[in-house]
């Protein structure tokens, strides 16, 4: 919380006392009396004080009552089906744990994968997201035969020589 919010904060709290004293006080010191059949009161002023501590308070009442709440992050909608689904740059961005701009860089150096815009909106399709991550898996090199094609995962166990070397 900053520090003119926390002042603020404090600054209401104050006014709070402040009119619950003068409203406690102005209790204490009414009078009544009945002269000639005629009841008359009379109860301090204070009205300006109040009037001014009222205000205070209902200016800054929301400071008080709601804390500020940061705004959470927009997650990706759940659920999302694989038949011609369109994802925005902030889903896409969360589903690669990468920021909004490097796909606007992408976008503006004409790398990356297609997309689509419409209505002032880019969108990508599942497809084209697909197939660009099936291009980006990288096989290490011990992973790679003679042919420079993936091999088989796991490891070819070879036989060693029975050769009895006496």
């Known amino acids: 919380m900053r520090e003119r919010e926390k002042e603020r904060i404090q600054r209401v709290k104050d006014a709070q006392k ?3 004293e003068i409203k406690n006080r102005a209790r204490e010191e009414t009078v009544t009396n009945f002269v000639d059949g005629k009841v008359t009161t009379r109860t301090p002023l204070f009205s300006r004080e109040v009037q001014a501590l009222e205000t205070l308070i209902e200016r800054n009442q929301r400071w008080v009552t709601k804390p500020r709440k940061k705004k ?11 038949d011609s689904a369109l994802f925005t740059d902030q889903m896409l961005a969360a ?21 689509l815009k419409m209505l002032g909106r880019v969108l990508y399709r599942i497809e084209d ?3 660009y991550e099936q291009q980006s898996i990288v096989f290490p090199q ?3 035969n003679q042919d420079n ?7 070819e166990h070879v036989q060693p020589d ?3 070397s006496s």
């Not at 959470?72 to 694989?82: E, H, R, V």
């Not at 589903?95 to 997309?115: A, E, F, V």
């Not at 094609?149 to 490891?155: I, M, N, S, V």
Request: proline share 10%; charged share 25%; with cysteine.
């Open 18 to 20: 402040r009119l619950e």
């Open 162 to 164: 029975k050769t009895d």
């Open 129 to 131: 997201i697909q197939a």
């Open 149 to 155: 094609k993936p091999a088989k995962l796991g490891r």
């Open 142 to 144: 011990t992973l790679k």
């Open 95 to 115: 589903r690669w744990h990468c920021s909004t701009s490097r796909l606007q860089y992408w976008r503006s150096t004409d790398q990356g994968l297609p997309y």
């Open 72 to 82: 959470a992050p927009k997650l990706p909608p759940t659920g999302i089906t694989t």
